[in-house]
């Protein structure tokens, strides 16, 4: 298993552009995350999905959009980038069996906004 | 509401030596706790988690973590520390009584171990 794949590893932006955080999991986990870390901060949860079709917003969802079309692929959008979204974006992922599951993290993509 | 607090951003021990990282909680039901290690340019790690039964859980690389309910804590402990433990900690919360699965992680704990 690969486990949680994230593309692309880095990304530089200009303020206004948009772009795709591309997330894929292959261990058919129904729950995915989408956070950010900022330097010297825990993670904040922006988006999160029960299952395909279904997302709902976390903690810090303003300027970003997701999807579910399928169990394993959870993409977020940014849209019209700003220097505020400049973070390391991490997709997870978890299986409700439980509901005290671990969550997979993928290994990250570094985002800078000019 | 869950939350969850790693007061000291940084924790430098000598190789060989004991290492304890701290995590205070809050929730309002019963507390699912997690630790997870970061290497620098990796995702999280999941380490071990507390959901109930025996306080002292033991998780991966020989690290446990001590579950004490009347403190409202879940420290993260290694009785010998190695060079390669040098990382960032995160401790997370999930309220049992909040949907959805959601996790509330700590700030992180930097650790350095030092030969």
């Known amino acids: 298993n690969a486990g949680v794949t994230q593309t692309p590893k880095f990304r530089i932006l200009k303020i206004g552009q948009s772009m795709t955080l591309q997330c894929t999991q292959d261990m058919n986990h129904n729950y995915m995350y989408w956070y950010r870390q900022d330097p010297g901060m825990g993670l904040k949860l922006i988006y999160y999905?029960?299952?395909?079709?279904?997302?709902d917003k976390g903690e810090v969802p303003n300027g970003y959009n997701v999807s579910r079309s399928t169990t394993e692929d959870f993409p977020l959008r940014l849209e019209l980038a700003a220097p505020s979204q400049t973070s390391v974006y991490f997709c997870?992922?978890?299986?409700?069996?439980?509901?005290?599951?671990?969550?997979?993290f993928g290994p990250g993509t570094r985002l800078t906004v000019l | 509401a869950q939350s969850v607090a790693q007061p000291e951003d940084q924790v430098n021990v000598a190789e060989g030596n004991p290492l304890t990282v701290k995590c205070t909680y809050s929730v309002s039901g019963n507390p699912y706790l997690f630790w997870y290690v970061q290497y620098p340019n990796r995702g999280l790690q999941f380490l071990l988690k507390?959901?109930?039964?025996?306080?002292l859980v033991k998780g991966s690389y020989g690290f446990e973590a001590e579950f004490n309910k009347s403190q409202t804590s879940f420290h993260l402990k290694k009785p010998s520390a190695l060079v390669s433990d040098s990382a960032l900690y995160f401790c997370a919360v999930r309220d049992s009584k909040a949907a959805g699965n959601k996790l509330t992680f700590g700030g992180g704990t930097r650790v350095l171990v030092k030969p």
């Open positions: 507390y959901i109930t039964g025996d306080n």
């Open positions: 997870a992922s978890s299986y409700l069996r439980d509901s005290y599951n671990e969550q997979f």
């Open positions: 999905s029960v299952g395909a079709g279904i997302t």
